[in-house]
């Protein structure tokens, strides 16, 4: 329970489906101003949380997680970013805070499965499980659940994956719930202000490396402030003049050069994709054609997919997709389901 409307409502649903629920919200970060920004797990957060499971008659529980997210998340967030590549924190605390720890926490308390106010749904089919879409497209989040395996799939439940934003907020409106119109969270919890680089300097405690601009020909057009602040297809706060708009095209971590170029320049036609993550738990050993999302809501654009092996693929687009970059995930689909995902490691221009 992060204390938003969406866990506060799925475990209103369990409940009534005759579960006997515990609350539990993951403790991950001390922030200086965690209540600056609309991020998850602030103290107002669990001030709700516990709220609304005093009103449901639950059990609640704030679990100390925040080694294992300085160890799975806020590490890797800055090691990717000084390797010149732009990591996704949300989805590497999906996969090892609440669906690795936590799970883990639950199997230890003997619980049947763990709940979330995910919006995705899990069907079961034969012998597997299948990870879809939401049915509210505008809230779906099957994206960021990618690296969800069969084990985990079969103990997860996620009740809201039936249900629009609307109705989950008049279902918790019915019900009396004080977080039933709060906004969702949509700031990084450990970086409230945007401020990448300046987080980092501050982790770290070292001060950003200064750096070339150059082109995509090698000719230097000026200094940037360190390659923490920027990511492939950025076009603000460049601060550098042209006839036309430039582009950060790539990112240079061995010699701290950020590369721009024009819209054209961005442009991406292949990746690969590593630390790949089949849903159904058996790699692809022949090519097929399908649709991939490189950015969460994304539209999904049809590509060609070839196995590299066990766990890495070769995506190469039907048509060249702008932007495309490292660090960020990718991620499979076939209609409704999603058929896997992974990191994307390099992008070809076109």
């Given amino acids: 329970m992060s204390g938003g409307v969406d866990s ?3 475990a209103l649903l369990m409940q009534e489906k005759g579960y006997t629920c515990i609350g539990c919200m993951m403790k991950l970060y001390d922030a200086e101003q965690e209540d600056g920004g609309r991020t998850c797990c602030s103290q107002r957060d669990a001030e709700d949380a516990r709220s609304v499971a005093y009103r449901l008659g639950m059990p609640f529980y704030v679990l100390n997680f925040k080694e294992e997210f300085r160890e799975n998340v806020i590490d890797k967030f800055v090691d990717c970013y000084r390797n010149g590549k732009t990591p996704n924190p949300c989805i590497d605390c999906n996969r090892y805070l609440k669906f690795d720890a936590l799970y883990e926490r639950a199997r230890i308390l003997g619980c049947d499965c763990i709940v979330t106010g995910h919006y995705a749904r899990i069907e079961k089919s034969g012998a597997y499980f299948r990870l879809k879409k939401a ?3 505008s809230k779906d989040q099957s994206y960021v659940l990618y690296s969800l395996t069969q084990e985990q799939l079969a103990h997860i439940v996620f009740p809201l994956g039936e249900l629009t ?5 008049h279902i918790a409106e019915e019900h009396g719930f004080c977080n039933s119109r709060k906004p969702d969270s949509q700031d990084i919890c450990f970086v409230p202000d945007g401020d990448h680089g300046s987080f980092i300097e501050r982790y770290t405690g070292k001060p950003c490396e200064k750096g070339s601009f150059t082109d995509t020909q090698g000719n230097i057009l000026g200094e940037h402030r360190g390659i923490y602040r920027y990511t492939i297809g950025q076009r603000r706060g460049i601060g550098i003049s042209a006839a036309e708009p430039y582009y950060v095209c790539g990112i240079r971590a061995e010699d701290s050069t950020v590369i721009l170029g024009t819209k054209e320049e961005c442009m991406c036609r292949e990746m690969v994709v590593t630390d790949f993550n089949w849903i159904s738990g058996t790699a692809l ?4 054609h399908c649709s991939v999302r490189v950015r969460y809501h ?3 654009q049809p590509a060609y997919i070839e ?3 066990q766990n890495s693929v070769r995506i190469r687009f039907d048509a060249p997709q702008r932007a ?3 660090g960020q995930a990718a991620v499979l689909y076939d209609g409704d389901y999603v058929l896997g995902g992974g990191t994307i490691e390099t992008c070809s221009p076109i």
């Fill in 324 to 326: 495309v970059t490292p």
């Fill in 165 to 169: 934003k609307t109705e989950v907020r």
């Fill in 135 to 137: 049915v509210d497209a």
């Fill in 285 to 288: 050993v022949q090519a097929m």
């Fill in 298 to 300: 994304a539209p999904e």
């Fill in 8 to 10: 506060s409502t799925a």
């Fill in 307 to 309: 196995p590299l092996g």
